[in-house]
């Protein structure tokens, strides 16, 4: 005899296995949330995070920018520093340079036959004033001086007999040029 099992038995394995699917799409659709929500919270705090950064980098970047600031700040006082101290080491250099060219032309005249009366400086021009026994002793006087070093050149700007205590002497003024660096 034939058996013939009328139940729907594969509509009850149709049911069970529909119930499944639907389990399994209900679990990948929570999963799927879960995960979003957990890559949303890596995502929150890793922004959080790199602008906690940023805000310390810009703090950091200031304090270099202060700090650089004072540095300009230091090389300009150092090169303001520099050039007085320039300066100063060469008035230091020069400041005996006058009283020694004084001294050197003091020894240049003769003692005897020329005194010397004002002796005036403005830049490189010396103005010699003075008087001389004779015109020759003024004249070898100014030939002396031509031949002194610091001196580049002379020139006679007047020479005129005066009486001085009832001796005749000649009354003279030299204009010279001093050579550069004296």
Known sequence: M?????????????????????????????????????????????????????????????????????????????????????????????????VKTLDDLAALVPSKNIWLTKITQKGNNFKIEGVGRDNITVADFMKTIEKFEPIKSVDLVSSKKTEISGITLQLFIFSCVMKKGF
């Open 2 to 98: 034939i058996k013939i099992n009328l139940l729907p038995y594969h509509e009850k394995a149709k049911k069970e296995n529909i119930s499944r699917q639907i389990f399994i799409i209900a679990g990948s659709f929570i999963f799927f949330i879960l995960l979003l929500i957990y890559v949303q919270i890596q995502l929150t705090s890793t922004i959080s995070n790199l602008a906690s950064q940023v805000k310390e980098a810009e703090a950091s970047l200031a304090d270099l920018n202060k700090k650089i600031g004072d540095l300009e700040k230091f090389k300009t006082n150092k090169k303001e520093l520099e050039q007085k101290l320039a300066v100063i080491h060469t008035l230091e250099e020069n400041r005996l340079a006058p």
